[in-house]
């Protein structure tokens, strides 16, 4: 599986993007997810999706952020709203054919993208 990701981009506190990222192979039965790192701190899990559809949130996230897929075009997609300074980060998008968790490394990464946001 490779993985593209892109989206990222600089927007004022409140603003919104959305990052996509396309996967090659057999994209439809992985695991997705969306990981961020910020300068100085670790890498954090930001938000998953099964291959059904279940998802889950860091709770830095919830309600803000929402992460979506679109089997036929073998995307994945983070909806990013009510974006605050602390969100500024790369965000790397990763699949893994078990799951994706804050206690498994994926086994396939993207490049990253960066997001910042300005106060």
């Known amino acids: 599986v490779q993985l593209q990701a892109s989206g990222g981009g600089l927007v004022q506190a409140g603003g919104s993007l959305r990052l996509s990222c396309a996967a090659s192979?057999?994209?439809?039965?992985?695991?997705m997810g969306w990981f961020r790192q910020a300068p100085g701190k670790e890498r954090e899990l930001v938000a998953a999706?099964?291959?059904?559809?279940?998802?889950r949130y860091a709770d830095s996230v919830k309600g803000r952020f929402t992460i979506s897929r679109d089997n036929a075009k073998n995307t994945v997609y983070l909806q990013m709203n009510s974006l605050k300074s602390e969100d500024t980060a790369v965000y790397y998008c990763?699949?893994?054919?078990?799951?994706?968790?804050?206690?498994?490394?994926?086994?396939?990464w993207g490049q990253g993208t960066q997001v910042t946001v300005s106060s």
């Open positions: 990763a699949a893994d054919p078990l799951v994706v968790s804050t206690t498994r490394e994926p086994r396939y």
């Open positions: 192979g057999s994209y439809s039965r992985y695991y």
């Open positions: 999706i099964s291959s059904g559809g279940s998802t």
